[in-house]
């Protein structure tokens, strides 16, 4: 492959390029359906992007990764700019490798290095794409179309990837809520729905389970025993706890909670999770460690939340940073991820001590 040590050559893009961009796909979709438009093999492909190791897995198992030097030299072969790719392609613009003078690409064998890859909603695909096959990357195992009311995950089991949401409209709303929340507070927001969604797999883990889960269940399954529905049927409370999480977060940020009025948020929440079906005092368990990592007024320098509801929420404390491309497990200060058993969540918690009852 000529250039290799960073030469200016001028590439020659391949006969057919790939017509569209999808939202939120990943490189190595991208990159499967370059080569099959060109009639090529993803790493005869990959031989003329950089230098690389290994079989390249399908993309519905991980991501392929590049370092600026190979970015360019794909966007020549796809008759792209480098910055139409960084904008379609979002591990291009948060999870670059190293700069090099050399063009270099990796794939890790079973999965990616963050977040998931997640098959892409099939109605969406045949509008756009007619007969391909395209995976997006996700912060989560699972996302949904709500243009097409379905939950799409990457279990891939029984050869199923999508579930219809037709008949839980709570759902598709908790989603619209979700995606307001977090498009009108920014980093602040997402950072509120990692941390209530890891304290929502907490409440299953420990067999803790709200009414509402149980009606869902009832709608789309008999089966209430796997955990690939868990986050689906419990979306609506995430996103409510979420919501509660925020405002409390800006509160503090502002300088204008007190301990009182902490204590009412809490007698809030008890309340509200007792109304939902839990013993109320256990499922608070969680906020409250939560509220150990969210304490005090921030430090010096730390930007304040501006007044109003439709403001940014800045990050502090125990979150450095959450870009749109990180998955939930990178952004959450809490240790609890969905299907560990209780017992090694205690062993592993690494929460501060606090006082307990």
């Known amino acids: 492959m000529p250039g290799l040590k960073g ?13 569209r961009f999808f939202p939120g796909e990943s490189v190595n979709s991208y990159l499967h359906r370059l080569a099959a438009a060109n009639d090529e093999s993803v790493q005869e492909l990959l031989s003329d992007v950089g230098l690389g190791s290994g079989p390249v897995p399908e993309p519905q198992y991980t991501e392929v990764y590049l ?13 792209r700019t480098p910055d139409m790719l960084a904008r379609a392609l979002p591990s291009l613009a948060g999870r670059m490798l190293p700069a090099d003078e050399r063009p270099r690409w990796r794939a890790p064998r079973w999965e990616p290095e963050a977040g998931y890859v997640v098959p892409a ?20 195992s699972w996302q949904v179309c709500a243009r097409h009311r379905r939950w799409q995950d990457n279990l891939r089991q029984g050869g199923v990837t999508s579930i219809p949401l037709g008949q839980l409209p709570d759902v598709l709303e908790a989603h619209h809520r979700r995606v307001r929340l977090e498009r009108r507070l920014g980093a602040g927001g997402r ?41 689906l049927v419990a979306y609506p409370e995430t996103v409510l706890l979420a ?38 005092d256990i499922a608070v368990e969680p906020v409250l460690d939560w509220a150990v990592l969210h304490q005090g007024r921030p430090r010096r320098g730390v930007q304040r939340p501006a007044q109003g509801r439709l403001r940014r929420l800045p990050l502090c404390g125990p979150h450095p940073t959450a870009t749109a491309g990180m998955g939930l497990e990178e952004i959450t200060c809490l240790p609890w991820r969905w299907g560990t058993p ?12 606090r006082a307990r009852a």
Request: charged share 25%; net charge positive; aromatic share 6%.
């Open 121 to 140: 909603c099939e109605v969406c695909v045949s509008c756009r794409a007619p007969g391909e096959v395209i995976h997006v990357v996700s912060a989560t």
């Open 67 to 79: 370092n600026p030097a190979a970015c360019a030299r794909l966007a020549a072969l796809a008759a």
């Open 243 to 280: 919501t509660e999480l925020a405002a409390r977060e800006r509160r503090r940020l502002r300088g204008t909670q007190s301990r009182e009025q902490d204590g009412v948020w809490l007698g809030h929440l008890r309340d509200a999770f007792t109304s939902w079906g839990m013993p109320g």
């Open 342 to 353: 209780p017992e090694l969540e205690m062993r592993e918690s690494g929460l501060p001590v």
């Open 7 to 19: 030469g200016r050559e001028t590439l020659e893009p391949r006969p057919r390029r790939v017509r």
């Open 191 to 231: 950072v509120a729905f990692a941390d209530a969604y890891h304290m929502v797999g907490h409440w299953w883990n420990m067999g803790l389970a709200p009414d509402g889960w149980t009606r869902r269940l009832q709608k789309i399954t008999e089966d209430s025993s796997g955990l690939r529905l868990a986050p």
